[in-house]
């Protein structure tokens, strides 16, 4: 399953970069669609060029799920949000790292969980506990999407065919939903017919 990645460029995004990130499912936005109130769900790129492209960002209102690439130097660039600052041009492997480093360390919030890395934490009380590689793809998964398939999440993240039979998917979502449990938030998954919902 690609991941999702939202670049954000008034430019149009060179043909290099584009066919670099091929490995992830992209979408291009307008600088002045930068949805500031959005929950921290999707990884984010935002590239800026010059000075105009500069003063049409509110970076304290930015989380830490973005990244930005410029080849300016940015002044008053203010690093207490977590930002993350590539300054270009750098190198293919430069960018190859620093993108798969930010999704590794990418954070997932949703109601009062946040997921980080293999860790599921309770943002009210700070209890947490660790997820299974799996489980953390499931439950990102749902995060994202609010609703999906069994159907997609078998054959995309447990890569079993739709015409084999097994309770392998029941019981990865029964050991996250004791994991919710755990550190006691609202967050519940539900099932309707063939599809998963995650809730509040």
């Known amino acids: 399953m690609k991941n999702n990645l939202i670049i954000f460029s008034n430019n149009k995004v060179n043909n290099f ?5 091929s490995t992830y499912q992209l979408t291009f ?6 949805d500031y109130t959005e929950e921290f769900t999707k990884a984010k790129i935002i590239i800026i060029n010059n ?7 509110n970076f304290e209102k930015l989380n ?3 990244l930005i690439l410029s ?3 940015i002044k008053n660039f203010n690093l207490k949000n977590s930002l993350q600052l590539l300054k270009t041009p750098v190198s293919a492997n430069n960018i190859k790292n620093k993108i798969e480093n930010f999704f590794q360390n ?7 969980i946040s997921i980080k890395n293999e860790i599921l934490t309770n943002l009210k009380n700070n209890s947490f506990c660790y997820l299974t590689k799996i ?16 159907k997609f999440i078998r054959e ?17 979502l029964t050991r996250i939903r004791k994991k919710l449990t755990e550190i006691q938030t609202g967050v519940k998954i539900k099932t309707r017919d063939e599809k998963l919902i995650i809730t509040i």
């Open 29 to 34: 936005l307008k600088l002045e669609e930068i």
């Open 64 to 66: 830490a799920n973005y």
């Open 135 to 150: 489980e953390l793809e499931i439950l990102t998964c749902l995060v994202k999407e609010k609703e999906t398939s069994k």
């Open 51 to 57: 000075d105009k492209d500069y003063d049409k960002i």
């Open 17 to 21: 970069l584009i066919e670099f990130l």
């Open 156 to 172: 995309n993240i447990l890569k079993i065919k739709s015409n084999i039979e097994t309770n392998s998917l029941e019981s990865h």
């Open 71 to 73: 080849n300016l130097i």
């Open 106 to 112: 990418l954070k997932i919030n949703f109601h009062d």
